[in-house]
Nanobody
Framework: QVQLVESGGGLVQAGGSLRLSCAAS????????MGWYRQAPGKQRELVATITVRSNTNYKDSVNDRFTISRDNAKKTVYLQMNNLKPEDTAVYYCEVEAKMGLTSPLITYWGQGTQVTVSS
């Protein structure tokens, strides 16, 4: 089994910064793509940013130039640096990790428990 532990959420004023972390642990053979999603009250979960094994990145248009996703493969951790935060960034942020538990095991998607980010105006 794979466990994901998120940290770094909180309350910040508009224009401020936060850094989210998501560490994977358990019986992991290899990790594939990693990403961050968010869900605001009354809205569907949406993609924020993803990063491939080769560190190719993809961002939601509204966070491009403000958010940066990165990964540390040795630590099995993905990060989301969020700068110039806006009230509309308020949401529960979830990390997503693709992982295999063995050489011939399927690639399975795992989700973190979510961390609240609240941006006040």
């Amino acid at each position: 089994q794979v466990q994901l532990v998120e940290s770094g959420g909180g309350l910040v004023q508009a224009g401020g910064s936060l850094r989210l972390s998501c560490a994977a642990s358990g019986s992991i053979f290899s990790i594939g793509a990693m990403g961050w999603y968010r869900q605001a009250p009354g809205k569907q979960r949406e993609l924020v940013a993803t990063i491939t094994v080769r560190s190719n990145t993809n961002y939601k248009d509204s966070v491009n130039d403000r958010f940066t996703i990165s990964r540390d493969n040795a630590k099995k951790t993905v990060y989301l640096q969020m700068n110039n935060l806006k009230p509309e960034d308020t949401a529960v942020y979830y990390c997503e990790v693709e992982a295999k538990m063995g050489l011939t095991s399927p690639l399975i998607t795992y989700w973190g428990q979510g961390t609240q980010v609240t941006v006040s105006s």
